[in-house]
């Protein structure tokens, strides 16, 4: 009997061509996660910050109610600082996209967020509001 020899091609490894789409592919997914926690991080600065002035704004309204003679526009963050709730030693802040501190402005109804050291006074500072919308809560009350 004749016996027949198969030649087999074993194929070991990977081509040039396979590791290049390889690695496309892990670049592109490691860029969509970079970007998309990008957008996460600014987003929970956004509800933590409008938490914060929630709060303020809570603080502010609770205070008017209590003195119902006193003009918003003469409100100071001394004033309103035993009305937050858990009464912290220093009145809350935020932190802006970029990370610089945000003060809040209270002589508004409703406050809002300021990059100026300005926080009262009858002279309302730039409203910093990097959503472009006053009623969406993100960095803002809304109204």
């Known amino acids: 009997m004749k016996s027949?020899?198969?030649?087999?091609?074993?194929?070991?490894?990977?081509?040039?061509?396979?590791?290049t789409m390889v690695i496309s592919v892990m670049l592109l997914l490691i860029t969509v996660g970079l970007k998309a926690n990008s957008g996460f991080k600014n987003w929970k600065l956004a509800r933590e910050a409008s938490d914060t002035l929630r709060t303020v704004y809570v603080a502010q309204r609770t205070f008017l109610a209590d003195n119902p003679t006193v003009p918003v526009t003469s409100l100071t963050h001394a004033q309103l600082l035993p009305y937050i709730q858990?009464?912290?030693?220093?009145?809350?802040?935020?932190?802006?996209?970029?990370g610089s501190a945000l003060n809040i402005f209270v002589g508004v109804s409703p406050p809002f967020f300021t990059t100026t050291g300005v926080v009262s006074g009858t002279n309302p500072p730039v409203r910093y509001d990097p959503s472009g919308s006053l009623t969406d809560s993100l960095w803002d009350v809304g109204e």
């Open 4 to 19: 027949r020899s198969h030649a087999h091609s074993s194929r070991s490894g990977f081509t040039l061509l396979e590791l």
């Open 86 to 98: 858990n009464s912290p030693a220093a009145f809350p802040t935020a932190t802006a996209i970029n």
